[in-house]
C-alpha cells in the first residue's frame, strides 16, 4: 500500500509540474522594489560582487531618497538612468562617493550599474538599467544589481535625454521593508 501511495504522489508531483524540491526563501534584503507607473520593477541586489554600492542603495532606499525621482537620460537600445534628485544629471545625495566595485559581469539587459563622471571612484545615488548588451561598459562600471521581473515596465519608460514627459520612480523599497 505504502508504495502504491508513493507512486501515486511521485506521479501526480510530474504530472502536474510541482516542484520536488522547496525552493528557497527570496533573501528579501538583497530585492530592490522600483514601483513605476507601469508595475513593479524587482531588482536582485549583488553584494556579493559590489558590497559598498548595495549599502548605499539599501541606505537611500530607506531614506526614501530615490522617491519621486524622473529618469533623465533614457537611450533607446542602451540604458534608463536615474537617481539624481536634481533631474539633470549633475545630482547626487550629498553623501559622498563610492569607490568603484568592478567585476567580470558583463553588462546584459537588465543590469543595474552605477552611474559616475571620469573619475571611475566618482559613482554616488545615480544609476542606470541596462536595455541591451553594452560590452564597452564591462570592467568600467559597477555592476550592482540584476532586474529578476519587471523588465517589461523598465521598456516603456519615456526615451530622451532628457525624456520631455520623464517617468518617476513612484516608490523604492528594499523588500524586507515592504508589506508582504
Not at 536595455?131 to 532586474?147: E, H, I, K, P
Amino acid at each position: 500500500m505504502r508504495v502504491f501511495r508513493f507512486l501515486v504522489i511521485a506521479f501526480l508531483l510530474v504530472a502536474f509540474g510541482a516542484p520536488v524540491q522547496a525552493q528557497a526563501p527570496a533573501d528579501r534584503e538583497n530585492l530592490l522594489y522600483i514601483d513605476l507607473d507601469y508595475g513593479r520593477v524587482v531588482i536582485r541586489l549583488r553584494p556579493d560582487i559590489a558590497p559598498r554600492h548595495v549599502e548605499r542603495v539599501k541606505e537611500l532606499a530607506r531614506a526614501k531618497f530615490y522617491d519621486g525621482q524622473v529618469f533623465h537620460r533614457v537611450i533607446e537600445g542602451f540604458m534608463a538612468q536615474t537617481g539624481d534628485p536634481t533631474g539633470t544629471g549633475r545630482g547626487g545625495s550629498g553623501r559622498g562617493n563610492v569607490n568603484a566595485e568592478f567585476s567580470r559581469v558583463p553588462f546584459e539587459r537588465g543590469v543595474v550599474g552605477a552611474a559616475r563622471s571620469q573619475s571611475p571612484n566618482s559613482a554616488d545615488s545615480q544609476f542606470f538599467i541596462m536595455f541591451a548588451r553594452a560590452s564597452s561598459l564591462d570592467g568600467q562600471y559597477t555592476v550592482w544589481g540584476q532586474v529578476i521581473s519587471g523588465m517589461e515596465h523598465v521598456d516603456r519608460i519615456r526615451r530622451g535625454e532628457p525624456p520631455a514627459r520623464p517617468d518617476r520612480m513612484l516608490r523604492v523599497q528594499v523588500a524586507a521593508d515592504a508589506p508582504n
